[in-house]
């Protein structure tokens, strides 16, 4: 393990995922991976320096890959103050329900006829139960991120893996506010496990309508949750 930068959140042990030629996209793939991990939680100041030597790159290539998750919206710019970790606004997590809603179902719909290559969403599955009967809620949630990632990829769509692998990551964002992966994610691991019975069953409209009600439920409690604490931050 290497040592730990202060403000770097551990991005030391990171490096070595750079290779030969640290370009800026791949310091962005590790920074959007350590977001969504909560390494560095929303409303946090990143600091250039820390982040820079933590993963020995120039400041140049900093700076672009700060543009880029800017572009992903996980990242904000605020002039004179520094780069941000983005806090979403309550319409943010509903229009992320939105795409949500639009893109998996989709797949679902087109996913042709079975037999479907569920290994790795039933590893989703079973991680997700594993890390539950361990109260390792850190986990559940971790697991029910992958399965939503695993379910999209099952579409063998390069272009929806990038769009989901941005949409995810800008959902933890929220997560990361109500803090409650327990109360959050632990209801929905039923849920995950009879989507995957249906697509193994070959049975994709019940799987899509599974799916539908379980991202409209989601939508509703989360959204429930975050504006609450949203009016009570703005009132403090």
Not at 6 to 23: F, I, K, M, N, V
Not at 41 to 46: A, D, F, K, S, V
Not at 47 to 73: P, W, Y
Not at 154 to 179: K, P, Y
Request: glycine share 8%; proline share 3%; hydrophobic share 40%.
């Amino acid at each position: 393990m290497g040592t730990t930068e202060p403000g770097a959140g551990g991005l030391a042990d990171d490096r070595p995922l750079l290779g030969r030629t640290s370009t800026a996209e791949r310091v962005a793939d590790i920074l959007r991976t350590r977001i969504a991990e909560g390494y560095f939680p929303p409303g946090e100041r990143l600091s250039e320096d820390s982040i820079g030597k933590a993963l020995g790159v120039s400041r140049n290539t900093l700076r672009e890959a700060f543009r880029l998750l800017t572009h992903e919206r996980l990242l904000v710019h605020e002039l004179n103050r520094g780069v941000f970790v983005r806090m979403l606004a309550v319409q943010d997590v509903e229009d992320i329900y939105r795409t949500r809603q639009l893109v998996e179902c989709a797949v679902v719909q087109g996913l042709g006829e079975p037999p479907y290559d569920l290994a790795a969403l039933d590893a989703a599955v079973t991680g997700g139960e594993r890390s539950a009967r361990e109260r390792d809620w850190k986990g559940v949630s971790t697991a029910n991120i992958h399965f939503h990632r695993e379910l999209v990829a099952l579409a063998g769509s390069a272009r929806t893996d990038e769009l989901m692998r941005g949409v995810l990551a800008e959902l933890r964002l929220a997560f990361h506010v109500v803090d409650d992966p327990r109360g959050l994610h632990q209801p929905y691991l039923v849920r995950n496990r009879e989507i995957l019975q249906a697509l193994r069953a070959g049975e994709r409209t019940r799987a899509e309508r599974l799916l539908a009600d379980y991202l409209d439920d989601s939508r509703t409690r989360l959204v429930e949750a975050y504006a609450g604490l949203v009016a009570d931050a703005d009132g403090a």
